[in-house]
């Protein structure tokens, strides 16, 4: 049993910041990685960024220099800041968890997304 509680969206002005947070329990041994991704209406769904338990990043060219990801190792969990939010950054967004747990290695668990809208 593996668990994902994503929180954090709503609606912010152009400009503006958020942050989200995605929290992993259950039976997890170890976690390989913990990232966010992001759809929008009509669109594919796109990596955002993502970050290794040992603390290695990797950001979508549209958002680097704007949304920062960090994680706490112990607590299971991985935050995103958004900062200079823009209309185009409105979208559902999943968080995505890569683990092993006793009997299997390199396992993908996505969240439920949430919502976040730009707009004035």
């Known amino acids: 049993q593996v668990q994902l509680v994503e929180s954090g969206g709503g609606l912010v002005q152009p400009g503006g910041s958020l942050r989200l947070s995605c929290a992993a329990s259950?039976?997890?041994?170890?976690?390989?990685?913990m990232g966010w991704y992001r759809q929008a209406p009509g669109k594919q769904r796109e990596l955002v960024a993502a970050?290794?338990?040992?603390?290695?990043?990797n950001y979508a060219d549209s958002v680097k220099g704007r949304f920062t990801i960090s994680r706490d190792n112990a607590k299971n969990t991985v935050w995103l800041q958004m900062n200079s939010l823009k209309p185009e950054d409105t979208a559902v967004y999943f968080c995505k968890l890569a683990y092993s747990d006793y009997t299997r290695y390199g396992v993908d668990y996505w969240g439920k997304g949430t919502l976040v809208t730009v707009s004035s």
């Open positions: 259950g039976s997890i041994v170890r976690i390989n990685a």
């Open positions: 970050i290794t338990s040992g603390g290695v990043t």
